[in-house]
């Protein structure tokens, strides 16, 4: 009878400590209905469109959605949620290592588009693409694109433990503009542009 | 007794797989996601035509029909310099026969053009180049010289005072 109390106690013990880390152990599995990139995006190179990029030339050179050039970016997001698109571009391109005075940049003007449409090939996902109009950088909008017959309004931003999640395919295209080239020095010009996605919050 | 030894260790067994899980999970994905994309061009310097030194005719005597200045061997010769990208390829194309018409209008003469090229200023090693998409290299230097010789006949004409123009155009290849 004198060693039955001492079980009690290390049994609860241990119940306090299992409580702590179940809670943690729930939100983190959660996180597996994040969004996923599927590929490797290539970068944006202009002289894949024109090889002799000439300075004096003022051309402009466009690469456009339709171009075999854009960067695509395929990407895996819950569907029933909306997510949150931004785009983050410099307006000029710089020449590397040098100086950023006038005749070492040149102007660049960023777009992208977007296609939610549920396609699982690039050339699909394309012809169904929505451009962003120039001067936005943001986009929001629902993963899996909702027919017009569907309740409008905001998506569900939350889900529930035990719920089956579906996925879907996201294709996010950047493109644009460079130029006009002026009187420039030669040489390599760069910049980075930042993409970042995430689930849109409506709260 | 038996029985509260053996629920402890299931919960245990438990936690131990939840939180392998998890580790697997936060690997793979998250909220929120961010792609740097590089941007690139490569810009190629312009390609320019510097005249180094005009075309002179010698002096001209009533009894010459025509007069000739070699590209290669004339020290009357015009000289022009091509600077661009280095080793790239370029096509020229020049106009080689022209009629010129006297300051007064009384007279003319036709102007027949002679181009050499090399890409080192040597004129003695330069060879003629054919008027219609001569394709050439420039040199490790982005240098191409060419040297302007022409023949001109005087036979439709009695005297007067003539202008002319050369022009050259180049493009990359």
Do not use: C
């Not at chain 1, 003022?58 to 909306?82: C, K, M, Y």
């Not at chain 1, 040489?187 to 995430?198: D, K, Q």
């Amino acid at each position: 009878m004198k060693s039955k109390p001492i079980h009690i106690i290390l049994f609860l013990m241990l119940m306090a400590s299992f409580t702590t880390t179940a809670q943690r152990i729930g939100f983190e599995v959660r996180t597996g209905d994040g969004i996923n990139i599927l590929n490797s995006p290539e970068h944006l190179n202009f002289n894949r469109l024109n090889n002799l990029i000439m300075a004096n030339s003022f051309e402009v050179i466009t690469i456009s959605l339709n171009d075999e050039f854009v960067t695509v970016i395929e990407i895996e997001a819950q569907a029933g949620r909306d997510i949150t698109v931004e785009v983050n571009a410099p307006s000029y391109l710089a020449l590397s290592g040098g100086k950023q005075s006038d005749n070492e940049r040149i102007n660049l003007d960023i777009r992208f588009a977007y296609s939610n449409s549920g396609n699982h090939s690039e050339t699909e996902a394309r012809l169904s693409a929505i451009e962003i109009p120039a001067g936005f950088s943001h986009a929001t909008f629902p993963v899996k694109k909702r027919l017009s017959s569907q309740v409008t309004g905001l998506s569900q931003s939350r889900h529930y433990s035990g719920s089956t999640v579906n996925t879907e395919r996201i294709w996010i295209f950047v493109f644009g503009s460079l130029g006009p080239i002026g009187k420039v020095r030669m040489g390599e010009y760069t910049a980075e542009i930042s993409v970042i996605i995430n689930y849109a919050s409506h709260e | 007794m038996r029985k509260t030894v053996f629920n402890i260790l299931l919960l245990i067994f438990m936690i131990a797989n939840l939180t392998l899980t998890s580790i697997n999970a936060s690997g793979q994905s998250s909220d929120m996601i961010e792609a740097g994309i590089k941007v690139s061009a490569e810009v190629m310097a312009d390609i320019d035509l510097l005249t180094m030194r005009n075309l002179i005719f010698p002096d001209i005597y009533e009894d010459d029909d025509e007069i000739f200045v070699s590209p290669i061997l004339s020290e009357n010769a015009g000289m022009m310099k091509v600077k661009g990208i280095p080793n790239a390829r370029f096509r020229i194309n020049y106009l080689n026969k022209v009629k010129l018409v006297s300051e007064n209008d009384e007279g003319f003469i036709f102007v027949e053009y002679f181009v050499s090229g090399f890409s080192d200023e040597n004129q003695y090693a330069s060879g003629i180049i054919d008027a219609v998409d001569a394709e050439l290299t420039l040199n490790e230097n982005g240098e191409f010289f060419f040297w302007i010789g022409a023949k001109i006949d005087f036979s439709q004409t009695i005297t007067g005072q003539f202008l002319g123009q050369f022009t050259i155009e180049l493009e990359y290849m």
